[in-house]
């Protein structure tokens, strides 16, 4: 039953709107009782004001292309964690995006960002520095951003904050590999 659901999900990221389609298991108002962080409450009344805490979901099987992955995973956190809207992949700013994390491999976190060095760039930037490959960049770093849950200090919440600001309708994700092996992210949020 989880890889229907998990399958339905995917398909429903890859188009606006899904809410109505997809329901989580323990939809109709009633808690999840299974104590798996991965399933969530309905979402048929719209986004929860909070994210469920510990949510993890279930990995998706990578299509072979980063680019989409990341922003899939970055929408599954959205919605299986608080029950909020996909964001757009901006196919027209990754270029940028790869800009920004080769530049970055050389300097530090968010270093192409600041220099304004290309554009389109957005108006925020989530970044993963020196991750093992593409790969773990999209299942480890983005869940290690979206754990750090609302809050203050902006400092400590700001990669759950991008990533879940209303305001924020589209993400281009780039990705360089550095000649030692090491894999630079940015995630460009407009």
């Known amino acids: 039953m989880r890889t229907t659901n998990t399958t339905l999900l995917t398909l429903c990221l890859l188009a606006a709107g899904c809410g109505d389609f997809f329901e989580a298991p323990g939809a109709g108002g009633s808690e999840v009782t299974t104590g798996d962080p991965r399933f969530i409450a309905d979402c048929s009344n719209g986004p929860l004001d909070s994210p469920v805490v510990n949510c993890q979901p279930e990995l998706l099987e990578s299509s072979g292309n980063p680019y989409a992955d990341c922003v899939t995973r970055i929408n599954q956190l959205r919605w299986e964690c608080q029950c909020l809207p996909p964001l757009q992949r901006w196919n027209a700013a990754e270029g940028c995006a790869n800009q920004h994390s080769e530049y970055d491999s050389t300097r530090s976190a968010h270093a192409g960002f600041s220099a304004k060095i290309c554009s389109p760039a957005g108006w925020a930037q989530n970044e993963c520095p020196g991750w093992n490959s593409a790969e773990h960049v999209i299942n480890g770093c983005l869940q290690a951003m979206w754990d750090e849950g609302p809050g203050e200090p ?19 994700c780039g990705f360089y590999e550095t000649p030692g092996g090491s894999v630079w992210s940015v995630q460009n949020f407009q």
């Open 154 to 172: 902006y400092s400590a919440h700001g990669h759950y904050i991008n990533m879940t600001n209303p305001s924020y309708t589209m993400v281009a």
